[in-house]
Protein backbone atom coordinates (compact mmCIF):
# COMPACT_ATOMS: atom_id res chain seq x y z
CA UNK A 1 0.00 0.00 0.00
CA UNK A 2 1.23 3.45 -1.19
CA UNK A 3 2.05 5.34 2.13
CA UNK A 4 -0.29 7.71 2.79
CA UNK A 5 -1.79 9.47 6.26
CA UNK A 6 -4.57 11.08 7.00
CA UNK A 7 -5.77 12.73 9.91
CA UNK A 8 -7.78 12.77 11.92
CA UNK A 9 -9.78 10.38 10.74
CA UNK A 10 -13.04 11.06 12.11
CA UNK A 11 -13.59 14.79 13.73
CA UNK A 12 -17.43 16.66 14.45
CA UNK A 13 -16.94 20.36 15.06
CA UNK A 14 -19.45 22.75 15.07
CA UNK A 15 -20.43 25.39 12.57
CA UNK A 16 -18.06 28.44 12.13
CA UNK A 17 -15.35 26.72 13.75
CA UNK A 18 -11.77 26.36 11.86
CA UNK A 19 -10.94 22.37 10.87
CA UNK A 20 -7.63 21.66 9.40
CA UNK A 21 -7.23 18.45 7.67
CA UNK A 22 -3.57 16.69 7.03
CA UNK A 23 -2.68 14.39 4.39
CA UNK A 24 1.11 13.15 5.08
CA UNK A 25 2.68 10.60 2.24
CA UNK A 26 6.39 9.38 2.32
CA UNK A 27 6.20 8.04 -1.60
CA UNK A 28 7.81 11.12 -2.39
CA UNK A 29 5.05 12.12 -4.84
CA UNK A 30 5.18 15.42 -6.69
CA UNK A 31 1.10 15.46 -6.68
CA UNK A 32 -1.45 15.48 -4.01
CA UNK A 33 -4.91 15.86 -4.36
CA UNK A 34 -8.25 16.70 -2.13
CA UNK A 35 -11.55 14.47 -2.67
CA UNK A 36 -14.54 14.91 -1.00
CA UNK A 37 -17.28 11.94 -1.33
CA UNK A 38 -21.09 12.58 -1.00
CA UNK A 39 -23.89 10.19 -1.84
CA UNK A 40 -25.02 10.91 -5.55
CA UNK A 41 -21.80 13.32 -5.94
CA UNK A 42 -18.96 10.45 -6.40
CA UNK A 43 -15.57 11.85 -5.80
CA UNK A 44 -15.01 15.85 -6.44
CA UNK A 45 -11.74 17.26 -6.72
CA UNK A 46 -11.43 20.16 -4.04
CA UNK A 47 -7.83 21.65 -4.49
CA UNK A 48 -4.65 19.85 -6.18
CA UNK A 49 -1.09 20.57 -5.47
CA UNK A 50 1.63 20.31 -8.18
CA UNK A 51 4.96 20.65 -5.81
CA UNK A 52 5.16 22.65 -2.87
CA UNK A 53 4.07 25.87 -2.59
CA UNK A 54 2.14 24.82 -6.22
CA UNK A 55 -1.39 24.47 -5.68
CA UNK A 56 -4.53 24.89 -7.78
CA UNK A 57 -8.48 24.91 -7.40
CA UNK A 58 -10.70 22.16 -8.52
CA UNK A 59 -14.60 21.79 -9.26
CA UNK A 60 -15.61 22.30 -5.26
CA UNK A 61 -13.24 24.67 -3.77
CA UNK A 62 -15.44 27.20 -2.54
CA UNK A 63 -15.17 27.43 1.61
CA UNK A 64 -11.57 25.38 0.90
CA UNK A 65 -8.17 26.60 1.03
CA UNK A 66 -5.07 24.51 0.80
CA UNK A 67 -1.32 24.55 1.34
CA UNK A 68 1.87 22.47 0.62
CA UNK A 69 5.14 23.97 2.28
CA UNK A 70 6.54 20.57 2.24
CA UNK A 71 6.86 17.33 -0.37
CA UNK A 72 4.99 15.29 2.16
CA UNK A 73 2.32 17.09 3.33
CA UNK A 74 -0.65 19.04 1.82
CA UNK A 75 -3.26 20.64 4.38
CA UNK A 76 -6.86 21.06 3.83
CA UNK A 77 -7.96 24.00 5.57
CA UNK A 78 -12.15 24.86 6.61
CA UNK A 79 -11.89 28.14 7.69
CA UNK A 80 -15.67 28.46 8.70
CA UNK A 81 -17.15 24.93 8.70
CA UNK A 82 -20.58 24.73 7.84
CA UNK A 83 -22.97 21.76 7.41
CA UNK A 84 -22.74 21.07 4.00
CA UNK A 85 -19.18 20.40 4.31
CA UNK A 86 -19.98 17.23 6.04
CA UNK A 87 -18.42 14.37 4.04
CA UNK A 88 -15.77 12.46 3.83
CA UNK A 89 -12.59 13.76 2.27
CA UNK A 90 -9.96 11.80 0.80
CA UNK A 91 -6.38 12.68 -0.01
CA UNK A 92 -4.52 11.10 -3.46
CA UNK A 93 -1.01 11.47 -4.38
CA UNK A 94 0.73 10.58 -7.83
CA UNK A 95 4.01 10.70 -9.54
CA UNK A 96 5.20 11.24 -12.88
CA UNK A 97 5.81 8.94 -15.22
CA UNK A 98 7.09 9.02 -18.43
CA UNK A 99 4.80 11.59 -20.63
CA UNK A 100 2.06 10.68 -18.31
CA UNK A 101 1.29 10.55 -14.22
CA UNK A 102 1.03 7.14 -12.11
CA UNK A 103 -2.43 6.38 -11.29
CA UNK A 104 -3.97 8.19 -7.98
CA UNK A 105 -3.38 6.34 -4.67
CA UNK A 106 -5.77 7.34 -2.09
CA UNK A 107 -5.86 7.50 1.80
CA UNK A 108 -8.06 5.67 4.15
CA UNK A 109 -10.52 9.15 4.15
CA UNK A 110 -11.59 11.61 7.31
CA UNK A 111 -15.12 11.63 7.97
CA UNK A 112 -15.77 15.02 8.86
CA UNK A 113 -19.40 16.00 10.82
CA UNK A 114 -20.17 19.85 11.34
CA UNK A 115 -22.88 19.88 13.76
CA UNK B 1 -15.82 19.61 -20.26
CA UNK B 2 -14.61 16.32 -19.41
CA UNK B 3 -17.25 14.00 -17.50
CA UNK B 4 -17.50 10.25 -16.90
CA UNK B 5 -21.13 8.92 -16.36
CA UNK B 6 -21.77 5.34 -15.26
CA UNK B 7 -24.62 3.45 -14.47
CA UNK B 8 -27.25 4.13 -11.21
CA UNK B 9 -26.95 1.55 -8.74
CA UNK B 10 -27.30 -0.47 -6.47
CA UNK B 11 -26.79 -3.28 -8.67
CA UNK B 12 -27.85 -6.59 -6.65
CA UNK B 13 -26.49 -10.15 -7.93
CA UNK B 14 -26.41 -13.70 -6.75
CA UNK B 15 -22.74 -15.07 -6.90
CA UNK B 16 -21.72 -16.86 -9.52
CA UNK B 17 -23.52 -13.79 -11.89
CA UNK B 18 -22.50 -12.35 -14.79
CA UNK B 19 -21.51 -8.48 -14.01
CA UNK B 20 -21.59 -5.53 -16.29
CA UNK B 21 -21.36 -1.83 -14.97
CA UNK B 22 -21.90 0.58 -17.95
CA UNK B 23 -19.31 3.75 -18.42
CA UNK B 24 -18.89 6.41 -20.75
CA UNK B 25 -16.94 9.44 -20.94
CA UNK B 26 -16.81 12.78 -22.51
CA UNK B 27 -13.29 14.02 -22.93
CA UNK B 28 -10.94 16.32 -25.08
CA UNK B 29 -8.36 14.11 -26.81
CA UNK B 30 -7.67 11.04 -25.37
CA UNK B 31 -7.41 10.61 -22.29
CA UNK B 32 -6.46 7.81 -19.55
CA UNK B 33 -9.68 5.71 -18.02
CA UNK B 34 -9.65 4.14 -14.31
CA UNK B 35 -11.48 1.80 -12.56
CA UNK B 36 -11.02 2.19 -8.95
CA UNK B 37 -13.04 -0.03 -6.36
CA UNK B 38 -13.47 0.74 -2.71
CA UNK B 39 -14.73 -2.02 -0.08
CA UNK B 40 -16.82 -0.59 3.16
CA UNK B 41 -15.12 1.89 4.91
CA UNK B 42 -12.41 2.04 3.26
CA UNK B 43 -10.46 4.06 0.89
CA UNK B 44 -9.94 3.76 -3.28
CA UNK B 45 -8.01 0.88 -4.92
CA UNK B 46 -7.33 0.90 -8.07
CA UNK B 47 -9.09 -2.21 -10.00
CA UNK B 48 -7.70 -1.59 -13.65
CA UNK B 49 -6.90 0.91 -15.92
CA UNK B 50 -6.39 2.00 -20.14
CA UNK B 51 -4.29 4.33 -21.51
CA UNK B 52 -5.56 4.06 -25.04
CA UNK B 53 -7.87 3.43 -27.49
CA UNK B 54 -8.21 -0.54 -27.84
CA UNK B 55 -6.16 -1.20 -24.92
CA UNK B 56 -7.90 -3.90 -22.22
CA UNK B 57 -7.01 -3.36 -18.77
CA UNK B 58 -7.76 -6.75 -16.25
CA UNK B 59 -7.24 -7.85 -12.60
CA UNK B 60 -8.68 -9.93 -10.27
CA UNK B 61 -10.92 -11.34 -12.88
CA UNK B 62 -12.59 -8.06 -13.82
CA UNK B 63 -11.95 -6.56 -17.17
CA UNK B 64 -12.54 -3.65 -18.87
CA UNK B 65 -11.51 -2.23 -22.93
CA UNK B 66 -11.09 1.07 -23.71
CA UNK B 67 -13.54 2.11 -27.17
CA UNK B 68 -12.85 4.95 -28.31
CA UNK B 69 -15.73 5.10 -30.99
CA UNK B 70 -18.40 4.62 -28.08
CA UNK B 71 -16.70 6.71 -25.74
CA UNK B 72 -16.95 3.59 -23.13
CA UNK B 73 -15.11 2.02 -20.71
CA UNK B 74 -17.63 -1.08 -19.27
CA UNK B 75 -16.56 -3.07 -16.26
CA UNK B 76 -17.40 -6.73 -16.33
CA UNK B 77 -16.65 -10.19 -14.28
CA UNK B 78 -17.93 -13.26 -15.70
CA UNK B 79 -18.69 -14.74 -12.13
CA UNK B 80 -19.18 -12.50 -9.29
CA UNK B 81 -18.50 -13.36 -5.39
CA UNK B 82 -19.86 -11.95 -2.59
CA UNK B 83 -16.01 -10.32 -1.40
CA UNK B 84 -16.88 -8.18 -4.74
CA UNK B 85 -19.45 -5.89 -3.03
CA UNK B 86 -18.32 -2.38 -2.76
CA UNK B 87 -18.62 0.73 -4.66
CA UNK B 88 -16.93 0.73 -8.26
CA UNK B 89 -15.98 4.52 -9.52
CA UNK B 90 -15.00 4.82 -13.23
CA UNK B 91 -12.88 7.62 -13.81
CA UNK B 92 -10.60 9.36 -16.38
CA UNK B 93 -7.40 11.64 -16.61
CA UNK B 94 -7.00 13.53 -19.32
CA UNK B 95 -4.25 14.22 -21.14
CA UNK B 96 -2.58 17.09 -20.02
CA UNK B 97 -0.20 17.19 -17.37
CA UNK B 98 -0.86 17.30 -13.83
CA UNK B 99 -5.05 17.50 -13.96
CA UNK B 100 -6.87 15.01 -11.43
CA UNK B 101 -8.93 12.23 -11.97
CA UNK B 102 -12.46 13.16 -12.86
CA UNK B 103 -14.94 10.27 -11.44
CA UNK B 104 -18.09 9.13 -11.97
CA UNK B 105 -20.88 9.00 -9.51
CA UNK B 106 -20.16 5.26 -8.36
CA UNK B 107 -22.26 2.31 -8.59
CA UNK B 108 -22.93 0.23 -5.58
CA UNK B 109 -22.83 -3.80 -6.06
CA UNK B 110 -24.36 -5.91 -3.87
CA UNK B 111 -23.58 -9.44 -4.52
CA UNK B 112 -25.53 -12.51 -1.84
CA UNK B 113 -24.80 -16.55 -1.69
Known amino acids: DAGITQSPRHKVTETGTPVTLRCHQT?????MYWYRQDPGHGLRLIHY???????DKGEVSDGYSVSRSKTEDFLLTLESATSSQTSVYFC??????????????FGQGTRLTVV | GNSVTQMEGPVTLSEEAFLTINCTYT??????LFWYVQYPGEGLQLLLK?????DKGSNKGFEATYRKETTSFHLEKGSVQVSDSAVYFC????????????FGKGTTLSVSS
Open chain 1, 92 to 105: AISESKGQGLTEAF
Open chain 1, 27 to 31: ENHRY
Open chain 1, 49 to 55: SYGVKDT
Open chain 2, 27 to 32: ATGYPS
Open chain 2, 50 to 54: ATKAD
Open chain 2, 91 to 102: ALRPRQAGTALI
